[in-house]
């Protein structure tokens, strides 16, 4: 029923000009534009989009809110680094980093945080 319909994420932020600079400066995206309610869109691929929403307390998740599947993993963190991206590192049961990567069963994923909290990943299907 739903499965053809267009989704849009939408992402809780403190500081909109702040979090825009991230989004359009560090990460590329090209904005749509403002909308009535105050939140900011961002087109993306395959009828996908991003709605940044100002929130005077931001985010309160600690899970992973975006994951963006991406063909190298290596060069897409080097990439975003020399955009000023800080990448995690975990030292966990379960979950352990290697120059911010981390192997899970089937693929290999990386976590950083927008200026707002929010985690976002990179994830790379291994072979």
Known sequence: MLSQA???AMLPVIDMTRARGFYEGKLGFRPDG???DGRYEYALSDG???????RDGG???EHTALSFEV???DERIHAL???????EDYDLPG???VEHVCVLGSEKAAWFRDTEG????LHEELG
Do not use: E, M, S, W
């Open 81 to 87: 680094q020399k955009a000023g991206v800080v990448f």
């Open 71 to 73: 063909r190298d993993i």
């Open 48 to 54: 996908l989009a991003l709605a940044l929403i100002p």
């Open 59 to 61: 985010t309160k998740a």
């Open 95 to 97: 979950l352990k980093t």
């Open 34 to 36: 403002p909308k009535p």
């Open 6 to 8: 267009k989704v849009t």
């Open 118 to 121: 929010n985690y976002l990943c």
